[in-house]
């Protein structure tokens, strides 16, 4: 099945730096979400983005489908932003069923 | 909206007994799915459902049953229950099919002694 790597394992950052998570794929995808975690274990949806570059407020995303990988930008990063940043993708294999995770980065945000 | 609601938050069971997980969503989402996540593993799919009436295995199914006979709920049952079961249950759902944004409950911790 399709693999999904995610770097750096873990991140610490001081509050107001800036950092780039990437996301790489093995083969081909029709979608590619980046969830949070936050420390108190919820998952939320960050970006549905298969393709191209999407923002949310201080939050972006990059997915360049052709060379299989995706970029989530944090720009001047709260403590809030701390938790597990996870990237998951649908691959053609499994087209229509499911999402395959990656395993994370943890994202430290000192204040 | 509630969105995706769990229950319960937190269960311990002994090995052998039974239980079942309840999800629910009020956002009429089609596809339904069963995480577990596990240290340093992310999330693995045990079971998902593209509607009523229709579920399917995922990478992990082993030791779990679904079912969903309604659009809003789909309860994951452990038939008996192993250590290798201890882990953190995460329900999710999605409008049209796995090609749209899933949105995700708050858990269950299960821990299985």
């Known amino acids: 099945g399709i693999q999904v790597e995610q770097s750096p394992p873990d991140l610490i950052l001081q509050e107001g730096a800036n950092s780039t998570l990437r996301c790489n794929f093995s083969d081909s995808v029709n979608n590619l979400q980046w969830f949070h975690q936050n420390p108190w274990g919820q998952l939320i949806n960050l970006f549905y983005?298969?393709?191209g570059t999407k923002q949310n407020g201080r939050l972006s995303a990059t997915t360049v489908a052709t060379e299989r990988y995706s970029l989530l930008y944090i720009s001047s990063s709260q403590t809030t932003d701390s938790g597990v940043y996870f990237c998951?993708?649908?691959?053609?294999?499994?087209?229509?069923?499911?999402?395959?995770f990656g395993e994370g980065t943890q994202l430290t945000v000192n204040p | 909206n509630a969105g995706v609601t769990q229950t319960p938050k937190f269960q311990v069971l002994k090995t052998g007994q039974s239980m079942t997980l309840q999800c629910a969503q009020d956002?009429?989402?089609?596809?339904m799915s069963w995480y577990r996540q596990d240290p340093g593993m992310g999330l693995r799919l045990i079971h998902y459902?593209?509607?009523?009436?229709?579920?399917d295995q995922g990478e992990v199914p082993n030791g779990y049953n679904v079912s969903r006979s309604t659009t809003e709920d789909f309860p994951l049952r452990l038939l008996s229950a192993a250590p290798s079961q201890t882990s953190v249950y995460f329900c999710?759902?999605?409008?049209?099919?796995?090609?749209?944004?899933?949105?995700f409950g708050n858990g269950t911790r299960l821990t299985v002694t």
């Open positions: 459902s593209v509607g009523a009436g229709i579920t």
């Open positions: 999710a759902s999605s409008y049209g099919g796995i090609h749209s944004p899933l949105h």
């Open positions: 956002m009429n989402h089609e596809y």
């Open positions: 983005i298969p393709s």
């Open positions: 998951a993708v649908e691959g053609r294999e499994t087209s229509g069923s499911r999402l395959t």
